[in-house]
């Protein structure tokens, strides 16, 4: 029996066959996701010849895209892009010249 070793050290991302962090996860709930999917095809009545071949072409298509994202982006480069996105690109002020030039004085009410 072959023994597989997933995490190499403490504080270390888990790995296991190259997946990295994340794509670990997406690859194993995609993989769950598209089980459920074809057993509910399956039990609604469509045809097994069918339900095998979208599943195999549907885990193939994932597992590849998969591990192309891996090897695109690194450990962490998913989640920068996804940050690089909720960040303006501009900032934009309204405001008249006056506003920013004018003092505000507040009044003490002693």
């Known amino acids: 029996m072959n023994t597989y070793h997933i995490n190499k050290g403490i504080g ?40 095998l071949i979208l599943g195999g072409f549907s885990s193939g298509l994932l597992i590849w895209q998969t591990f192309a994202l891996n090897r695109k982006y690194g450990e962490h480069g998913l989640m920068k892009m996804g940050a690089r996105k909720k960040h303006p690109r501009y900032i934009i002020s309204r405001k008249s010249i006056y506003r920013y030039l004018k003092t505000n004085r507040k009044k003490s009410t002693l």
Request: proline share 0%; net charge positive; hydrophobic share 55%.
């Open 12 to 51: 270390r991302t888990v790995e296991f066959k190259g997946l990295k962090a994340q794509y670990l996860f997406i690859f194993a709930g995609g993989l769950l996701g598209l089980l459920i999917s074809v057993m509910i095809m399956y039990m609604a009545g469509v045809n097994t010849y069918i339900c």
